[in-house]
T-cell receptor, first 110, second 115 residues
Framework: GQNIDQPTEMTATEGAIVQINCTYQTSGFNGLFWYQQHAGEAPTFLSYNVLDGLEEKGRFSSFLSRSKGYSYLLLKELQMKDSASYLCAVRRTGFQKLVFGTGTRLLVSP | GAGVSQSPSNKVTEKGKDVELRCDPISGHTALYWYRQSLGQGLEFLIYFQGNSAPDKSGLPSDRFSAERTGGSVSTLTIQRTQQEDSAVYLC?????????????FGPGTRLLVL
């Protein structure tokens, strides 16, 4: 089976940097995804990591360590519009389904 | 089209009735997923289609749920004899893999309420 853990809620200040962690246990890892979801809206794809290391995309970066079963999403220069839920999802080898964590609700304050 | 579209956007039905939800993926995307999201919960995988391969139905919660994808494009998710616990947002996503990296794009979802 799979188990994915994320903090339930985080708060940060506009202009700051925040790191959202995701730990997982799975037999046979084949990729980790991060999504952003604003309330009442569909998720938006942010990043995909399958190899160890950091992937940078503008203000957002995602890091993966397969040996530690650990990923984080780093958001820089926070803006009010970054207030949303951030979902971590993992795929197992041989399966196409993604298993999602329950998400981290980020609140950015002025 | 610009993105993944789903219809209807909202559906209210009575317990015991059948419902059909539609997804139009992005043109050229060979992979298509259905998920559902109950209020305040994470996404739950339902089914996956890839080209002409047999679909991965491992996430369908019961035999009341079925899905098909005609001509490798439009997909319909059918729920028979709906129950109140079927109330959720049903999300469709299509994806493209390039250079070993997959990018998934979600539709706006169908909000289903079973009374």
């Amino acid at each position: 089976g799979q188990n994915i853990d994320q903090p339930t809620e985080m708060t940060a200040t506009e202009g700051a940097i925040v790191q959202i962690n995701c730990t997982y246990q799975t037999s046979g890892f084949n990729g980790l995804f991060w999504y952003q979801q604003h309330a009442g809206e569909a998720p938006t794809f942010l990043s995909y990591n399958v190899l160890d290391g950091l992937e940078e995309k503008g203000r957002f970066s995602s890091f993966l360590s397969r040996s530690k079963g650990y990923s984080y999403l780093l958001l820089k220069e926070l803006q009010m519009k970054d207030s949303a839920s951030y979902l971590c999802a993992v795929r197992r080898t041989g399966f196409q389904k993604l298993v999602f964590g329950t998400g981290t609700r980020l609140l950015v304050s002025p | 089209g610009a993105g993944v579209s789903q219809s209807p956007s909202n559906k209210v039905t009575e317990k015991g009735k059948d419902v059909e939800l539609r997804c139009d993926p992005i043109s050229g995307h060979t992979a298509l997923y259905w998920y559902r999201q109950s209020l305040g919960q994470g996404l739950e995988f339902l089914i996956y289609f890839q080209g002409n391969s047999a679909p991965d139905k491992s996430g369908l919660p019961s035999d009341r749920f079925s899905a098909e994808r005609t001509g490798g494009s439009v997909s319909t998710l059918t729920i028979q004899r709906t129950q109140q616990e079927d109330s959720a947002v049903y999300l469709c996503a299509s994806s493209l893999t390039s250079g070993g990296k997959e990018t998934q794009y979600f539709g706006p979802g169908t909000r289903l309420l079973v009374l």
